[in-house]
């Protein structure tokens, strides 16, 4: 079992930043992949970004591509999510997923076993 909890959400003007965080606990960290997704009111939940276990390997959804980036500190237990350029639309509840490293970090909700309470990200225009 793994929990995760995020943190660093917030409200912020279209154009600034903010970094998400994801502290996880339970089994080794190092054995998964993570992700970040977002679920705006309405819509499905949708792929952010992805990291492999080692951090070696990163994907991105194409609407976040060269404004966010994903990394991890495994002797901290965390991954991040470094979101630059922020646009209205990026305004969703972003989540924290884990699963068993695979050969590449999947893009699919159904991928992930383990998921955090979610933390709020409003970007205003």
């Known amino acids: 079992q793994v929990q995760l909890v995020e943190s660093g959400g917030g409200l912020v003007q279209a154009g600034g930043s903010l970094r998400l965080s994801c502290a996880a606990s339970?089994?080794?960290?190092?054995?998964?992949?993570m992700s970040w997704f977002r679920q705006a009111p309405g819509k499905e939940r949708e792929f952010v970004a992805a990291?492999?276990?080692?951090?070696?390997?990163?994907r991105y959804a194409d609407s976040v591509k060269g404004r966010f980036t994903i990394s991890r500190d495994n002797a901290k237990n965390t991954v991040y999510l470094q979101m630059n350029s922020l646009k209205p639309e990026d305004t969703a509840v972003y989540y924290c997923?884990?699963?068993?490293?695979?050969?590449?970090?999947?893009?699919?909700?159904?991928?992930?076993?383990?998921w955090g309470q979610g933390t709020q990200v409003t970007v205003s225009s």
């Open positions: 339970g089994r080794t960290f190092s054995r998964y992949d």
């Open positions: 997923a884990a699963d068993e490293a695979a050969v590449v970090p999947g893009r699919s909700v159904n991928a992930y076993d383990y």
């Open positions: 990291i492999s276990w080692s951090g070696s390997y990163t």
